[in-house]
């Protein structure tokens, strides 16, 4: 196993544990999260800070999670329960992502055609 696949990995499992802990917030496909849902996260789940760094890290950066991010869906807790909306500022950061991880995509696809 390389050194960048086995964090992948990890985080894989610890989302796997939260999605068997905690599936009313963490489903597929994924729905927008509460804000302050890492704090909810360190006092409810057996992770510690920094596996539920990895975990969140990896679940919020995915597209399938940055694409729920559109002004006023609904965000939901730990349990599953509608808790608030997502921000005209949430949703414009998370386009912005998007659009980031989009280039980076074309780059590098770019890239490799030119070497290869």
Excluded at 13 to 34: H, K, N, V
Excluded at 52 to 67: N, V
């Amino acid at each position: 196993m390389s050194a960048n696949s086995k964090p992948q990995a990890d985080a894989a499992g610890l989302i796997a544990q939260l999605t068997a802990d905690f599936p009313g917030a963490f489903s597929d496909p994924p729905r927008p999260l509460r804000l302050g849902i890492r704090q909810d996260l360190q006092f409810e789940s057996k992770l510690t800070d920094e596996e539920i760094d990895r975990a969140m890290t990896k679940w919020t950066q995915r597209t399938s999670y940055l694409r729920t991010q559109t002004v006023g869906a609904i965000r939901y807790d730990l349990r599953g329960r509608p808790c608030g909306t997502v921000s005209e500022e949430n949703a414009y950061f998370a386009s912005q992502r998007l659009a980031q991880m989009q280039y980076e995509k074309f780059r590098a696809t770019l890239i490799g055609d030119l070497r290869g």
